[in-house]
């Protein structure tokens, strides 16, 4: 006997669902997502060798033309066109990924062992994630409305992200806002950044080009100097960099009073890093240690790109080594004195990285791609 017609219709309504879930499914975001995630990488055990030569290297997308900190543990995370990826630091090997087919990657940062990737489904930046370094395991995801312009910035506790018509923090450990800011009547932000003083922004008003320094927890005003044109705004750690036609110049955190004599000459191609309470300025070629408390120089000598590690931050026990970049080598030099504890001869060390060492591995973390050495 044939099915009554009734079997005939449901089948093909069944069918009919089948396919339009399929098709859904094939145009859903989650269709669109690869994620995968991975045990803990540990740190190699060792110190860097007399001589290192590279051993992997990984491409990088560039955001806002710097290098950024890609090393985490024994974790290097490196960013494509639409995700991220992180690599195990001692081999280059992957260990977990997060890409989205159906959306471009805005900008991303490392902080508090989390990736912290904002994406772009449409014409705004609407969609954060945050995974963990060490595993790729998601800790949150959240929709946003930022400017796709935007630049991700970020210190412990603390994720900025910043573009010309204002600044907005996030947690990144429980993923709300904690505030917004927008420029006055008349001013644009021409940079912004975050450290442990808070976040600062230099705009550009009718009358005057001026720093401003905001609480970074509560969006606070703590304070506001006017600058001369020309200046730019360096980095934040406990104080304020700034570079420009009248030289590198520490602002102390609590007023924006200047700290000392500028600590290099005028000059636009500035990078700044902290460890502790010494900030680390590289300015034209020359590295120095300079007290963020008194805007003292501890210590000069020359180098091609900004240490990075192993102590970020926090306050660094005494003998804590840094790792500077010269021409020919990787030298371990004393944070405090400046003295040399070892040198790694290095052929092909390109310039203008932030440099860290993990175990024997060096690191140089440049805009367009990782290199490790060892």
Do not use: K
């Amino acid at each position: 006997m044939r099915p009554p017609l009734r079997v005939w219709v449901w089948t093909a309504a069944a069918l009919a669902l089948v396919v339009v879930a399929a098709l859904l499914w094939r145009g859903s975001d989650a269709a669109a997502t690869e994620s995968t995630t991975a045990e803990p990488a540990a740190v190699p055990e060792g110190t860097p060798a007399g001589s290192v030569s590279a051993v992997w290297t990984a491409p990088t997308t560039p955001t806002d033309g710097a290098p950024r900190s890609t090393v985490d543990g024994g974790r290097v995370v490196v960013a494509g066109e639409h995700g991220v990826r992180a690599l195990a630091v001692g081999t280059g090997d992957e260990g977990w990924r997060y890409t989205r087919a159906n959306a471009q990657l805005c900008d991303w940062t490392v902080v508090g062992g989390l990736v912290i990737a904002v994406f772009r489904t449409e014409d705004r930046c609407d969609e954060a994630v945050a995974l963990s370094v060490d595993t790729g395991v998601r800790a949150w995801t959240r929709n946003l409305d930022l400017r796709p312009d935007m630049v991700l910035s970020s210190t412990d506790g603390i994720v900025l992200v910043a573009s010309p018509t204002g600044v907005v923090t996030l947690d990144p450990v429980g993923d709300n806002i904690r505030w917004r800011q927008a420029p006055g009547d008349g001013c644009s932000i021409e940079d912004a950044d975050v450290g442990g003083a808070g976040v600062a922004v230099l705009q550009r008003c009718t009358a005057s080009l001026q720093v401003r320094l905001f609480d970074g927890y509560d969006g606070t005003p703590l304070w506001t100097r006017d600058v001369t044109d020309g200046t730019t705004l360096a980095g934040v750690e406990q104080a304020v960099v700034l570079g420009g036609d009248a030289g590198v110049q520490l602002l102390a955190g609590a007023d924006g009073a200047p700290l000392g004599p500028p600590v290099a000459p005028a000059t636009e191609d500035v990078r700044v890093t902290g460890v502790g309470t010494t900030a680390l300025v590289l300015a034209d070629g020359t590295l120095a240690a300079v007290d963020q408390g008194t805007g003292a120089v501890r210590w000069r000598t020359a180098a091609v790109g900004l240490p990075f590690g192993p102590v970020e931050r926090a306050l660094a026990p005494e003998g804590t080594s840094i790792p500077v970049p010269e021409s020919d080598a990787v030298v371990l030099r004393d944070l405090a004195t400046g003295e040399e504890l070892s040198r790694s001869a290095t052929t092909g060390l390109r310039a203008g990285g932030l440099l860290a060492v993990a175990g024997p591995v060096v690191v140089n973390q440049l805009p367009d791609r990782v290199v490790a050495y060892r």
